[in-house]
């Protein structure tokens, strides 16, 4: 038994060459379906992408989708390299490889021009570098530098890159849970990614100095621009069955100011984005704070020959019209009531 068993293992008997097949079919599948994964997957750097009210959580995927594409891909080439018998545990091979993604990546970038609704993305390239990156890091692991700690070295510095590159994606998970926990509350910003619910956050910023309600509010920096504000497009998008909308604004400016409100449904966009097609509400803000509140059966009625679908709200804006000098506002408390 002992001798049987040495024969096999010593590659002279048909244990080796069952063995050695069956790790060579393993390969060949592995082979084929990353091969087809990557002509699935190419189409997709022009077509599908998720539209700008989709969920953040879904942009934030798409986003890593580019490095899943060249981690696959690089780790195909390599298989496809080592097939032919050509060295892929050196340097060269790893430069060689890095510098193909570098311009392929690239390639597909400036090609996106030409593709309606698409535009170039410096990060998109960062994303493909860190795929083929990865794939030397953990699958392939060849000696780059000579030494096993330096391949140990950038194992952790690619891990640190992917927290880095999946933080969008967990920061955009971890606000939209909390959106739906705080339902009714739209927003009240207490947490500290409530202001990535808003389309152009930049001017808005938590703050402690003006709060109405909680331990938090936002600050909100109006400019001179003809139409300056910011709209909340990242919330629970069914109002049925409530029956107003407060939120609370604060003026330290001492005269008035007038704010303007915007509502519109999903349907917006399919009637042309008229302004007869969406609510419109003025108000008058005094110095201080001031508590305001929109009844929903005007917001319902307000669409000209038709009703607002209160199950499908899409956007609710706030802005100023062409003010003769930047000012300040500070918003808090947004949500619904019965």
Request: glycine content about 8%.
């Amino acid at each position: 038994m002992g001798k049987a068993m040495a024969v096999v293992w010593s590659g002279r008997g048909r244990g080796y060459g069952f063995f050695r097949e069956l790790l060579d079919q393993g390969r060949q599948r592995a082979r084929l379906f990353m091969a087809t994964a990557l002509l699935v997957g190419a189409p997709f750097f022009f077509w599908g992408a998720p539209e700008y009210l989709s969920p953040r959580s879904l942009h934030a995927a798409w986003d890593l989708g580019h490095f899943l594409y060249f981690l696959v891909f690089t780790c195909w080439a390599h298989d496809i390299w080592r097939k032919k018998g050509k060295p892929t545990s050196s340097f060269p091979f790893f430069a060689a490889m890095f510098t193909l993604v570098l311009l392929l990546g690239t390639t597909v970038e400036f090609m996106q021009m030409l593709v309606d609704g698409r535009s170039p993305d410096i990060f998109d390239v960062l994303r493909n570098q860190l795929g083929c990156l990865t794939a030397f890091a953990f699958f392939i692991r060849p000696r780059l530098f000579g030494l096993r700690w330096r391949q140990a070295v950038l194992q952790v510095g690619v891990f640190v890159l992917l927290g880095l590159a999946a933080w969008p994606l967990a920061r955009a998970l971890f606000d939209e849970s909390a959106a739906r926990l705080q339902f009714p509350v739209l927003t009240d910003f207490e947490t500290m990614f409530e202001c990535d619910r808003w389309n152009n956050g930049s001017p808005l910023r938590l703050t402690r100095e003006y709060v109405r309600h909680g331990s938090q509010a936002a600050r909100l920096e109006l400019s001179t621009d003809a139409y300056s504000g910011i709209a909340l497009i990242h919330f629970p998008r069914d109002w049925s069955g409530y029956q107003t909308l407060h939120f609370s604004v604060y003026n330290p400016d001492a005269a008035q100011l007038k704010l303007n409100t915007r509502i519109h449904d999903i349907h917006h966009r399919a009637h042309g984005m008229e302004y007869q097609d969406r609510f419109h509400q003025a108000f008058t803000l005094v110095p201080g704070w001031n508590d305001l509140v929109i009844a929903l059966d005007k917001v319902k009625a307000s669409p000209e020959g038709r009703t607002m679908d209160m199950e499908h709200i899409e956007g609710f804006g706030l802005f100023v019209v062409r003010q003769p000098r930047p000012q300040v506002i500070y918003l808090d408390h947004i949500y619904l009531d019965r």
